[in-house]
């Protein structure tokens, strides 16, 4: 049973599977099966009849939609991670793979993030509800596994990118707002854009296809309590981001930075040893590339 399978990352997980020769994958609809609530679960688990479960559904959002719901990002995707691990136990599921975010590490964690720096503070204002609420899926999944002896792995990932994504301006993350910004702008011939925070902060990214791998190989591999952080083992500033795109997209205008707005987190890259480790993960697509094949599949 796939989570979320209809989703950015889930459908490139979905696909992964299949290719791999996994005949059934169940993929449990929102319309059909909202996974904050109890009988939907039930009603979901006992339809798919799982050996594992992958839990990718998650109500996410860039900083704006963080800010402007906090207390709905913490129940809904507090409630769907317990409940769901829950009542996977209940049903006797033999592994269930809990994805969190790099929105739990602590806000001024050392760079590169090691998964053992993960409660040495409070997260990130901004998405810390978001980012505690995936938090607590390590929690259970650990306490289950000494409870019960029951099979559940927590896999960190950093921010993904790729073809698929969200571009809607109210909840999409960095890399799809700047490329819609940016294609409009010289679809319109507009002379700036305007780019929120300083340009500081620095960020790591992930291209989906090569997280969906790396989730597909924990999933067959990786059988420990530990959390592994999926990324891609670099950073690179906003600002640094902003030129790349804009010179990858054409838009030759003015960048304009509104300071009035939050940066977020001060700097995020992963310390990715432990997957290569592990279960053999090494990110694939360099970065450049995956942004052409990005901006190519938006246009």
Known sequence: ???????????????????????????????????????????????????????????????????????????????????????ARQHGVEKFVALGTICAYPKFAPVPFKEEDLWNGYPEETNAPYGLAKKMLLVQSQAYRQQYGFNSIFLLPVNLYGPRDNFNPGSSHVIPALIKKCVEAVKTDAKEITVWGTGK????????????????????????PEPVNIGAGFEITIKDLVILIARLTGFKGKIRWDRTKPNGQPRRMLDTNRASRQFGFKAKVKFEEGLRKTIAWYK
């Open 1 to 87: 049973m796939l989570t979320g399978g209809a989703g950015f990352l889930g459908s490139f997980v979905a696909e992964k599977l299949k290719a791999r020769g996994c005949k059934n994958v169940f993929i449990p609809i929102e319309q059909e099966y909202d996974l904050t609530k109890a009988a939907a679960i039930e009603a979901a688990l006992k339809a798919a009849k799982p050996d594992v479960v992958i839990h990718l559904a998650a109500k996410v959002g860039g900083i704006g939609a963080n800010r402007e719901n906090p207390g709905s990002f913490f129940y809904d995707n507090l409630m769907m991670g317990a409940q769901l691990m829950e009542q």
């Open 201 to 224: 902060a620095t960020r790591e990214f992930l291209y989906v296809e090569d997280c969906a791998e790396a989730i597909v190989l924990a999933t067959g591999k990786y059988n420990s």
